[in-house]
């Protein structure tokens, strides 16, 4: 179940607000920037803490506190950032991203709209831990409206740690952030030499420095220490959209995940709807499906008004409408191929438009 923290209205706001008007300055900067260019490129960190940021209670041992080094550490850790990008460096949160809550997302999406809209800035990288990292990246590329590279960038061992790869994936990220040929393409991921879209990537293992793949697709970019970064995929592919904002919204709605197993009953989506969720998405079983008492308590739960989305807890492959499951006739919406969490980050938004199934389903096409 998650938890869900309001949000100050000032501050829901004061975000919106500055996305809204960033899309005036985005309609007017490219012909502005080319004359301008410093020599080096301004890059901003916006550090949220996670592994990347910790430290060991004592050298070689397993255990670490996750976001205990202060930016400026993770700055001196990469030597060389210097002669890539003029870098800032701003410390949104300190906390491990298991414990990523709404509170620091508007933050960090606010301050993210507001260091793009400024002409001085050329792009942005966001230091983050690697367990939501993936929710943090899809969120972020549903909400921001720039051209600008943006970044997110973590790390599997602590900066302590034996080869702590850290430091080379925020050089990487550095370096891609303060590249031209970055814009265009959407929110970014930065891990083991490999440049991932938002959209796609998924975290895929425990401990390994191999964890991010881009599930059932390549990867954007080959990444080495800003030397011929290969770009796989064209640009239009990944681009965000940036089709939300969260004008005079106070709190996101409350959606719910609930996982499919033999023998399940109801009881979690129960739980779910008597908690207040508006929104529940089914991790379902293979092609998004569920037992039948689980399948019904959702059909229930559809029709008292709650919005109804099935994904899978396979990996990958498409949930697709009307398969195995009538969505026409159950009222639910077909997750397609996002994962359950980032089925989740969609349904939030989309649940600040509509609550309307078909008009769902068509947010979930379009994103
Ligand atoms: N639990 C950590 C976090 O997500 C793991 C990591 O960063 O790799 O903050």
Redesign the pocket.
């Known amino acids: 179940m998650s938890r869900t923290r309001p949000v100050s209205p000032v501050l829901a706001t004061a975000v919106a607000l500055t996305v809204a008007s960033f899309v005036v300055v985005a309609a007017v900067a490219p012909q502005a920037t080319p004359a301008a260019a410093p020599a080096l490129a301004r890059v901003v960190i916006l550090a949220t ?4 940021a ?1 430290v060991q209670p004592k050298e070689g041992e397993a255990g670490y506190r ?2 205990a080094v202060s930016i400026d550490s993770l700055v001196r850790a990469a030597p060389g950032l210097e002669k890539l990008a003029t870098i800032k460096g701003e410390q949104i949160a300190s ?6 809550n709404d509170f620091v997302w508007v933050k960090l999406a606010k301050k993210a709209a507001e260091l793009l809209a400024a002409p001085d800035v050329d792009g942005l990288v966001v230091t ?6 993936e929710e943090t990246a899809y969120f972020l590329g549903l909400v921001l409206q720039s051209d600008k590279p943006v970044v997110v960038v ?5 900066s302590t740690e034996l080869s702590a790869e850290g430091p080379s994936n925020l050089y990487n990220a550095v370096a891609l952030a303060a590249d031209p040929a970055a814009r265009g393409r959407g929110v970014l991921v930065v891990a083991n030499d490999l440049a991932h879209a938002a959209r796609f990537v998924v975290k895929t293992n425990t401990t390994s420095v191999q ?1 991010f793949v881009s599930a059932g697709r390549s990867p954007v970019a080959e990444v080495l220490k800003g030397t011929k970064t290969a770009y796989l995929l064209p640009a239009a592919f990944t681009a965000s959209k940036g089709h939300f904002n969260t004008t005079g919204i106070d709190a996101m709605p409350r959606v719910d995940i609930v996982y499919a197993h033999e023998n399940a009953d109801g009881a979690p989506v129960n739980a779910a709807v008597a908690a207040g969720a508006k929104g529940i998405v089914l991790a379902g079983v293979g092609d998004g499906n569920a037992t039948k008492a689980m399948i019904d308590a959702l059909t229930a739960a559809a029709k008292a008004g709650v919005v109804v989305v099935r994904s899978t807890r396979v990996g990958s492959g498409i949930v697709r409408r009307n398969i195995e499951v009538n969505d026409d006739q159950l009222g639910f919406v077909a997750g397609l191929d996002l994962n359950p969490q980032k089925a989740r980050v969609l349904l939030r938004l989309a649940l600040m438009k509509s609550n309307d199934v078909q008009k769902v389903q068509q947010i979930f096409e379009e994103n």
């Open positions: 803490g996670g592994t990347i910790g996750s976001g906390i491990g991203s298991q414990d990523m983050h831990g690697t367990d939501t990292l973590g790390s599997m061992r602590p964890t």
